[in-house]
Antibody, heavy 120, light 112 residues
Framework: EVQLVQSGAEVKKPGESLRISCKGS????????ISWVRQMPGKGLEWMGR????????NYSPSFQGHVTISADKSISTAYLQWSSLKASDTAMYYC?????????????WGQGTMVTVSS | QSALTQPPSVSGSPGQSVTISCTGT?????????VSWYQQPPGTAPKLMIY???NRPSGVPDRFSGSKSGNTASLTISGLQAEDEADYYC????????????FGTGTKVTVL
C-alpha cells in the first residue's frame, strides 16, 4: 500500500525548535516530490514548499521562505519540516503530500497530518 | 501570492447538481492545466478528486467532473449524495516569481 505516515502531535512553547517527519512506503520515495501543507485551525490549505527526495532540492512559498526548513533522508524514505524558533502563530495541522503519479500538478497521497500546538 | 477564490459555501438536495468555481489569474489557472480538486471531510486529510482540470483518479465516482474556462476552473458534483458533504479545495500550479502551488479559499458543500 502506498502511504505517507507522519509523526505524532506536538505541544511546544514559543521559541522552541521542532522537527516533524513524514515517512513514505509502498513506492519509490526518490521518484516523487514531497510537499508540506499547512492548515490553521478552522482555515484553508496553504502550500508551504516541496522537496525532491532524490537530491534534496527544495523550493518554498514566499510566505514560508526563511521561516521553515524542508529536508529529506532518502536512506530512510523520510521527509522533514522543521522550525528553529516556534511562534504561537505556527499552531496548525501540517500535512505532507506526494506529487501525483498521474499528473505533476496534483497531490495524490497525503499523510494523516501532524497537529502542532505552540503555547506558553 | 493570493489564494484562489472560491465561494464559501454551496448546498443542494440529494440527487441535485452543484458547481464550485475557482477563480485565479493568468499566472496560475489561466496559464496551466495543472488544476486539481480535493475533498476534505471534517477531521480528515484531503483526498484528490480531480487532477489536470478534468481527470479523475481511480476510485473517484464519475459524479465528480472538472472543467476550466480562462482564469476560472469548476468542479461539478452531479447526483449529490449525503457522503459528498465536505470542504472542497482547488489548487493550481503557478510560476509567479518562483514555481509553486496555490490553493483555493475552500468551499463547504452541504447536502440538505
Amino acid at each position: 500500500e502506498v502511504q505517507l505516515v507522519q509523526s505524532g502531535a506536538e505541544v511546544k512553547k514559543p521559541g522552541e525548535s521542532l522537527r516533524i517527519s513524514c515517512k513514505g512506503s509502498g513506492y519509490s520515495f526518490t521518484s516523487y516530490w514531497i510537499s508540506w501543507v499547512r492548515q490553521m485551525p478552522g482555515k484553508g490549505l496553504e502550500w508551504m514548499g516541496r522537496i525532491d527526495p532524490s537530491d534534496s532540492y527544495t523550493n518554498y512559498s514566499p510566505s514560508f521562505q526563511g521561516h521553515v526548513t524542508i529536508s529529506a533522508d532518502k536512506s530512510i524514505s523520510t521527509a522533514y519540516l522543521q522550525w528553529s524558533s516556534l511562534k504561537a502563530s505556527d499552531t496548525a495541522m501540517y500535512y505532507c503530500a506526494r506529487r501525483a503519479a498521474a499528473g505533476p500538478g496534483a497531490f495524490d497521497i497525503w499523510g494523516q497530518g501532524t497537529m502542532v500546538t505552540v503555547s506558553s | 501570492q493570493s489564494a484562489l477564490t472560491q465561494p464559501p459555501s454551496v448546498s443542494g438536495s440529494p440527487g441535485q447538481s452543484v458547481t464550485i468555481s475557482c477563480t485565479g489569474t493568468s499566472s496560475d489557472v489561466g496559464s496551466y492545466n495543472r488544476v486539481s480538486w480535493y475533498q476534505q471531510p471534517p477531521g480528515t486529510a484531503p483526498k484528490l478528486m480531480i487532477y489536470e482540470v478534468s481527470n479523475r483518479p481511480s476510485g473517484v465516482p464519475d459524479r465528480f467532473s472538472g472543467s476550466k474556462s480562462g482564469n476560472t476552473a469548476s468542479l461539478t458534483i452531479s447526483g449529490l449524495q449525503a457522503e459528498d458533504e465536505a470542504d472542497y479545495y482547488c489548487s493550481s500550479y503557478t510560476s509567479s516569481s518562483t514555481p509553486r502551488y496555490v490553493f483555493g479559499t475552500g468551499t463547504k458543500v452541504t447536502v440538505l
